[in-house]
């Protein structure tokens, strides 16, 4: 089991004291995959469970509809590392799990189990990780913010640019069929 050292090194717990990272502690278990496991399934209860990635990579996947037929997908939405973090949303509304996630490498997690039980630390540390969670949260949205509107600048560039080749293409085909027609046909046998 790793020491309070060790805990602290993973963001969500880098400013819980120490008193807190011995509760967190007692609230640890680990649980070991190999590639293409399958670690949660999308809308499976929560059971108060925060999963923390200690080595290796899980695949986060979401279900949705093929844009071209009417059939079931599913969509992968991102890889996750070292220290990062799932399950956090259904820990802070206690709906069942959004994705489906899957070891992509060999995956060793440490599982916060957050249930209240009689004479368990989990109701206050659970508070406590919720206070870390919101700033993770607010961390995760403005990243993603930024991300996506680099996205659209990427995508009003990449706009800009289809537009002007396609002016160049139709400039470029208007002059052909201008010149096509402003010739005689007999400019045109020397050709064939």
């Not at 020491?3 to 807190?20: C, G, K, Q, V, Y």
């Not at 995959?33 to 986060?60: F, K, M, N, R, T």
């Not at 002007?164 to 470029?172: L, M, R």
């Amino acid at each position: 089991m790793p020491n309070p050292i060790t805990i602290r090194e993973i963001p969500i717990f880098s400013r819980l004291s120490p008193a807190h990272l011995d509760q967190v502690q007692q609230l640890l278990r680990f649980a070991d995959y190999q590639a293409g496991d399958i670690v949660i399934e999308e809308a499976s209860p929560s059971h108060c469970l925060l999963y923390v990635i200690i080595e290796g990579e899980a695949v986060l996947y979401k279900k949705g509809r093929w844009p071209l037929g009417d059939q079931a997908f599913e969509y992968e939405l991102e890889v996750r590392g070292k220290h990062e973090i799932f399950g956090w949303v259904s820990l802070l509304d206690g709906k069942p799990l959004p994705l489906r996630v899957m070891a992509k490498t060999p995956l060793r997690l440490a599982i916060v189990d957050l249930k209240k039980s009689p004479g368990s630390p989990a109701a206050h540390i659970k508070n406590v990780l919720i206070t870390e969670l919101k700033r993770y949260l607010s961390t995760f949205v403005r990243t993603s913010l930024e991300t996506r509107v680099a996205d659209l600048q990427l995508e009003a560039e990449f706009a800009h640019y289809r537009n002007a080749v396609g002016s160049i293409v139709i400039t470029t085909l208007a002059l052909l069929s201008f010149y096509a027609v402003a010739q005689p046909a007999s400019a045109f046998s020397k050709f064939a």
